[in-house]
């Protein structure tokens, strides 16, 4: 299965959330920063554990950290709205419509929730229009065009219907034809409509065929690349790679990054970033002495992804404190500069290198 924008293997309709300060894909929530002495005492079961080192060193630098909790959380259209699963943005609350969609080699995974009396029964009939959806005559529910106005003012309207599906709840969900929903609005998936705005909403009409309800939701069109990532740089860390990168020039606004390990000679994925939205990551759970190719992809908002810059690096495995430390990436200096945290920090890792080698 292929690794998504997020780094993840997932089904449409979910994604995985980043911690504050990257874009949200639905809501997010994440632990906050734990002192060092609390996780080492929360840790320390773990450490006395038969279980292998790997895994124990692995548990003691997390807690350490404090890293935020990444979430798996699902994604719903709110009442009246129609939404991307895969490139929905909800702090600006607008979905977006990327190369391979409107080429037609994806699908644009549209969900909607219509508020009406009755959703056990009807059709659902899906438009996409190059103008604001409006409300209909004698009522506040507000529809998308159904059909080209070449004659309305100020702007010609351009609309059609892409799709229709047949009512099972309020919430329902369809892969739609992005070279439909292109076509439809007329929009070509070249650099001159990029950033071009559209609206895509699913019309509810009950068995008389009758329309009586509705959800609407404004798309993006956003087919162009970000720059590929340059300088990659992959520094050896014990079962680990220390990761950097610059970023490039021209292109698409990078909204995030993905980086990925894969040993030399395979095309099996060995680790993920996830999304990164810094110049640097560190992936671990790596094999010591295996030489790794490491990839790093930037990614529009809409999900389009750039070339890759790649570099090759091999972990190496550390039975002295100090480098070992150092490898996983410590900065504490030692002595007076060393905070209660960095000493705590330091603590763990003499721990684990003591296990280490008693086992031998």
Not at 65 to 89: H, K, M, R, W
Not at 236 to 260: C, F, K, P, R
Not at 333 to 338: D, F, N
């Given at each position: 299965?292929?690794?998504?924008?997020?780094?993840a293997?997932?089904?449409?309709?979910?994604?995985?959330?980043?911690?504050?300060?990257?874009?949200?894909?639905?809501?997010?929530?994440?632990?906050?920063?734990?002192?060092?002495?609390?996780?080492?005492a929360?840790?320390?079961?773990?450490?006395?554990?038969?279980?292998?080192?790997?895994?124990?060193?692995?548990?003691?630098?997390?807690?350490?950290?404090?890293?935020?909790?990444?979430?798996?959380?699902?994604?719903?259209?709110?009442?009246?709205?129609?939404?991307?699963?895969?490139?929905?943005?909800?702090v600006?609350?607008?979905?977006?419509?990327?190369?391979?969609?409107?080429?037609?080699?994806?699908?644009?995974?549209?969900?909607?929730?219509?508020?009406?009396?009755?959703?056990?029964?009807?059709?659902?009939?899906?438009?996409?229009?190059?103008?604001?959806?409006?409300?209909?005559?004698?009522?506040?529910?507000?529809?998308?065009?159904?059909?080209?106005?070449?004659?309305?003012?100020p702007?010609?309207?351009?609309?059609?219907?892409?799709?229709?599906?047949?009512?099972?709840?309020?919430?329902?969900?369809?892969?739609?034809?992005?070279?439909?929903?292109?076509?439809?609005?007329?929009?070509?998936?070249?650099?001159?409509?990029?950033?071009?705005?559209?609206?895509?909403?699913?019309?509810?009409?009950?068995?008389?065929?009758?329309?009586?309800?509705?959800?609407?939701?404004?798309?993006?069109?956003?087919?162009?690349?970000?720059?590929?990532?340059?300088g990659?740089?992959?520094?050896?860390?014990?079962?680990?790679?220390?990761?950097?990168?610059?970023?490039?020039?021209?292109?698409?606004?990078?909204?995030?990054?993905?980086?990925?390990?894969?040993?030399?000679?395979?095309?099996?994925?060995?680790?993920?970033s996830?999304?990164?939205?810094?110049?640097?990551?560190?992936?671990?759970?790596?094999?010591?002495?295996?030489?790794?190719?490491?990839?790093?992809?930037?990614?529009?908002?809409?999900?389009?992804?750039?070339?890759?810059?790649?570099?090759?690096?091999?972990?190496?495995?550390?039975?002295?404190?100090?480098?070992?430390y150092?490898?996983?990436?410590?900065?504490?200096?030692?002595?007076?500069?060393?905070?209660?945290?960095?000493?705590?920090?330091?603590?763990?890792?003499?721990?684990?290198?003591?296990?280490?080698?008693?086992?031998?």
């Open positions: 299965m292929p690794i998504w924008q997020d780094g293997v997932r089904r449409p309709g979910f994604a995985i959330l980043a911690p504050a300060g990257a874009r949200a894909h639905g809501r997010a929530r994440a632990t906050g920063r734990t002192e060092g002495e609390t996780a080492v929360r840790l320390a079961p773990a450490l006395h554990n038969p279980a292998d080192m790997t895994r124990r060193r692995a548990l003691l630098l997390l807690g350490l950290a404090g890293l935020p909790a990444v979430v798996l959380a699902a994604i719903s259209a709110g009442a009246g709205q129609v939404l991307e699963t895969t490139n929905f943005d909800a600006n609350a607008v979905s977006y419509v990327n190369a391979a969609q409107c080429a037609g080699t994806e699908p644009v995974h549209l969900e909607w929730n219509v508020q009406a009396g009755s959703t056990t029964t009807g059709t659902y009939k899906i438009y996409a229009s190059n103008q604001q959806p409006t409300a209909a005559t004698g009522t506040t529910t507000v529809f998308c065009a159904e059909q080209d106005v070449p004659n309305a003012t702007t010609p309207v351009v609309a059609n219907q892409v799709d229709s599906a047949t009512v099972s709840s309020a919430v329902q969900d369809k892969d739609v034809s992005g070279a439909t929903i292109a076509s439809a609005v007329q929009y070509g998936c070249d650099a001159a409509n990029e950033g071009k705005a559209l609206w895509i909403c699913s019309h509810l009409f009950n068995d008389s065929g009758t329309r009586i309800a509705a959800a609407t939701g404004k798309f993006l069109f956003q087919v162009t690349a970000p720059p590929a990532p340059v990659v740089r992959a520094s050896a860390g014990d079962s680990a790679l220390q990761v950097n990168w610059t970023a490039g020039t021209d292109g698409a606004t990078v909204d995030h990054y993905v980086v990925t390990a894969t040993p030399v000679g395979s095309t099996t994925v060995a680790a993920s996830g999304r990164i939205t810094g110049t640097s990551t560190r992936l671990r759970g790596l094999v010591n002495g295996t030489e790794y190719t490491v990839s790093v992809v930037a990614f529009s908002k809409g999900g389009n992804p750039s070339a890759a810059g790649t570099a090759t690096g091999t972990p190496v495995q550390v039975e002295d404190f100090w480098s070992w150092k490898l996983q990436g410590g900065t504490e200096q030692g002595g007076c500069a060393s905070g209660s945290g960095g000493l705590a920090a330091l603590a763990g890792v003499a721990a684990l290198l003591v296990l280490r080698r008693r086992r031998k």
